[in-house]
């Protein structure tokens, strides 16, 4: 790709621009592909080009693009708001920006040019992108200088080289934000230097995201990329920075390139990287994969990996770096010389194989659905689907937090089977009765020792029993669902469920076939050393 040759001239253009006429009142000027270039760009009289509405705009108007193609108007030096009337309405070239600039409602095309929105170096402007869909084979949104807050925007690679955004700025804001690999990405968003947000989105390509410069904050996004989802640098000699990731899913899917989850770096002298992730899901494939990699050569990375989950060949690999867990499920995590981690399975961490599903979700019965320290949980949190994280995923009556980036939504109240058709053919229908309203009721749950635990109880109906075993204070051991008819019912526990020493707490609920759910009955009990 070559880059228009318009562009070339734009210090000259800026320069020109500078000289501005005194500030007037803002003015909306209309651009119509049936209109005719004229002085006044009105609704009663549109212009046909771009070109003409920016030679006569004053800094603070809005351009009001009617639906069609509009050729690329070179190089825009003073402030204005470009509206389209959605995804109807092209400028096919982009736009080169040297001044604030809102671009919203509308469709920017490369055709043929490098950068599809572009902000040259020595510029500084505000760039705010809402509603908008943007295509690029090789850069479509390139910022050097100044500020980007995107809102709702579509990033279209249409090349396998294509780069989505290229951020060199002061400061970013990417909301509800999506890139779309299908006809090909390279990488969805490269960011090279000032501090980043990416908040419910999601990123795609063989590269996700590199982050060599600046603080980053990641939350409710998905990055699912075909080699690494999220590749992280300590940046420069003696740089402090810090990189935050909430609520999110990331996977490597090793089909490019070795899959790799989280990768982080340093190799600078002096230069210190910190890798917060918290209720987050981290899942990279194929062979000599890792969920979370991070090797140091120059300074210091630490980690730490809150509620979350790495799943992977070898879910965790520090080189030289130091990763503290807790809350959190992985099976595998080697430390390689000058290198520390968490062993699985201690600090309150699980060494189990969650069996995600390709998207990274737990399936149903995990041990790790609603099994989450509640503590870890910011009011109002969402997961990375934008799900409310207290949900109750097992179905036994109480709303908790599942381990890793997604929520397991509710399950559906079972259905007893329907009787088969009467062979003597239709029948006058009973009358009509009341649909059932009335709960089941769970009574005298006591928990009977002896060679195993069972917990004892008496139904009030023929009901789903949903069972929870809890340590008092730390993790579920075991869930049970069981159907029961009236009357007294057993659940026995494993063994293993009861090896180590301390309190438990049992939780029963009962579900009908109408969907009524009891009260939720609990009673604790404390297994002794052996």
Same mark, same amino acid.
């Given at each position: 790709?070559?880059?228009?040759?318009?562009?070339?001239?734009?210090?000259?253009?800026?320069?020109?621009?500078?000289?501005?006429?005194?500030?007037?009142?803002?003015? %909306?000027?209309?651009?119509?592909?049936?209109?005719?270039?004229?002085? #006044?760009?009105?609704?009663?009289?549109?212009?046909?080009?771009?070109?003409?509405?920016?030679?006569?705009?004053?800094?603070?108007?809005?351009?009001?693009?009617? $639906?069609?193609?509009?050729?690329?108007?070179?190089?825009?030096?003073?402030?204005?708001?470009?509206?389209?009337?959605?995804?109807?309405?092209?400028?096919?070239?982009?736009?080169?920006?040297?001044?604030?600039?809102?671009?919203?409602?509308?469709?920017?095309?490369?055709?043929?040019?490098?950068?599809?929105?572009?902000?040259?170096?020595?510029?500084?402007?505000?760039?705010?992108?809402?509603?908008?869909?943007?295509?690029?084979?090789?850069?479509?949104?390139? %910022?050097?200088?100044?500020?980007?807050?995107?809102?709702?925007?579509?990033?279209?690679?249409?090349?396998?080289?294509?780069?989505?955004?290229?951020?060199? !700025?002061?400061?970013?804001?990417?909301?509800?934000?999506?890139?779309?690999?299908? /006809?090909?990405?390279? +990488?969805?968003? +490269?960011?090279?230097?000032?501090?980043?947000?990416?908040?419910?989105?999601?990123?795609?390509?063989?590269? !996700?995201?590199?982050?060599?410069?600046?603080?980053?904050?990641? $939350?409710?996004?998905?990055?699912?990329?075909?080699?690494?989802?999220?590749?992280?640098?300590?940046?420069?000699?003696?740089?402090?920075?810090?990189?935050?990731?909430?609520?999110?899913?990331?996977?490597?899917?090793?089909?490019?390139? *070795?899959?790799?989850?989280?990768?982080?770096?340093?190799? #600078?002298?002096?230069?210190?990287?910190?890798?917060?992730?918290?209720?987050?899901?981290?899942?990279?494939?194929?062979?000599?994969?890792?969920?979370?990699?991070?090797?140091?050569?120059? !300074?210091?990375?630490?980690?730490?990996?809150?509620?979350?989950?790495?799943?992977?060949?070898?879910? %965790?690999?520090?080189?030289?770096?130091?990763?503290? *867990?807790?809350? /959190?499920?992985?099976?595998?995590?080697?430390?390689?010389?000058?290198?520390?981690?968490?062993?699985?399975?201690?600090?309150?961490?699980? *060494?189990?194989?969650?069996?995600?599903?390709?998207?990274?979700?737990?399936?149903?019965?995990?041990?790790?659905?609603?099994?989450?320290?509640?503590?870890?949980?910011? /009011?109002?949190?969402? @997961?990375?689907?934008?799900?409310?994280?207290?949900?109750?995923?097992?179905? @036994?009556?109480?709303?908790?937090?599942?381990?890793?980036?997604?929520?397991?939504?509710?399950?559906?109240?079972?259905?007893?089977?329907?009787?088969?058709?009467?062979?003597?053919?239709?029948?006058?229908?009973?009358?009509?009765?009341?649909?059932?309203?009335?709960?089941?009721?769970?009574?005298?749950?006591? %928990?009977?020792?002896?060679?195993?635990?069972?917990?004892?109880?008496?139904?009030? $109906?023929?009901? $789903?029993?949903?069972?929870?075993?809890? +340590?008092?204070?730390?993790?579920?051991?075991?869930?049970?669902?069981?159907?029961?008819?009236?009357?007294?019912?057993?659940?026995?526990?494993?063994?293993?469920?009861?090896?180590?020493?301390?309190?438990?707490?049992?939780?029963?609920?009962?579900?009908?076939?109408?969907?009524?759910? #009891?009260?939720?009955?609990?009673?604790?009990?404390?297994?002794?050393?052996?």
């Amino acid at each position: 790709m070559t880059a228009n040759p318009s562009r070339l001239l734009l210090a000259a253009a800026l320069l020109a621009g500078a000289a501005a006429a005194p500030a007037q009142a803002a003015t %909306i000027r209309h651009v119509e592909t049936t209109g005719t270039d004229n002085p #006044s760009c009105s609704a009663a009289a549109p212009c046909r080009t771009l070109d003409s509405a920016i030679g006569i705009a004053q800094g603070g108007d809005t351009i009001k693009l009617g $639906e069609g193609t509009f050729d690329d108007p070179g190089v825009v030096a003073k402030p204005l708001t470009f509206e389209g009337a959605g995804p109807a309405t092209v400028i096919a070239g982009g736009l080169t920006l040297g001044a604030d600039t809102t671009v919203r409602s509308l469709r920017a095309t490369s055709a043929g040019h490098a950068y599809t929105l572009y902000v040259p170096s020595g510029y500084a402007p505000a760039l705010h992108v809402e509603d908008v869909v943007v295509d690029g084979a090789d850069t479509a949104v390139e %910022i050097r200088g100044g500020s980007l807050t995107a809102d709702r925007v579509t990033v279209v690679g249409t090349s396998s080289e294509a780069q989505g955004l290229n951020f060199d !700025g002061s400061s970013a804001v990417l909301r509800q934000v999506t890139f779309d690999a299908t /006809s090909g990405l390279l +990488r969805s968003v +490269r960011h090279g230097n000032g501090n980043m947000r990416i908040e419910d989105s999601r990123l795609a390509g063989r590269y !996700g995201a590199s982050s060599v410069a600046g603080d980053l904050t990641i $939350e409710r996004s998905r990055i699912d990329a075909t080699g690494v989802a999220l590749s992280l640098n300590a940046g420069s000699a003696g740089a402090t920075r810090a990189v935050a990731v909430s609520d999110s899913v990331l996977i490597g899917r090793g089909t490019s390139d *070795a899959g790799t989850a989280l990768s982080a770096q340093n190799l #600078s002298d002096g230069a210190t990287l910190g890798v917060d992730v918290r209720r987050s899901t981290l899942v990279a494939r194929g062979g000599d994969s890792h969920a979370l990699s991070l090797q140091n050569a120059g !300074g210091t990375i630490e980690a730490t990996l809150t509620g979350s989950i790495a799943a992977a060949e070898t879910d %965790i690999r520090a080189f030289g770096a130091s990763v503290s *867990a807790a809350g /959190s499920a992985f099976r595998t995590a080697e430390a390689e010389p000058g290198g520390g981690v968490t062993a699985p399975g201690t600090a309150g961490n699980l *060494a189990i194989d969650p069996g995600l599903a390709a998207d990274g979700s737990l399936p149903a019965g995990s041990p790790l659905v609603d099994a989450a320290d509640v503590t870890l949980l910011p /009011s109002d949190a969402r @997961d990375a689907a934008g799900a409310p994280r207290l949900t109750d995923g097992d179905g @036994d009556g109480e709303a908790r937090m599942d381990v890793g980036g997604l929520e397991r939504p509710v399950p559906p109240a079972p259905q007893l089977p329907q009787a088969p058709p009467d062979p003597a053919g239709p029948q006058t229908p009973p009358a009509a009765t009341a649909p059932d309203a009335l709960a089941p009721v769970v009574r005298g749950l006591k %928990i009977r020792r002896g060679t195993r635990r069972v917990a004892r109880f008496t139904l009030s $109906e023929a009901a $789903e029993v949903r069972v929870t075993l809890r +340590r008092v204070g730390g993790r579920t051991v075991r869930r049970v669902v069981r159907r029961k008819a009236a009357g007294v019912a057993r659940i026995k526990f494993r063994r293993a469920d009861l090896a180590r020493p301390g309190r438990y707490a049992v939780r029963v609920v009962a579900v009908d076939a109408a969907s009524n759910r #009891s009260a939720p009955v609990k009673r604790t009990f404390r297994v002794h050393p052996r």
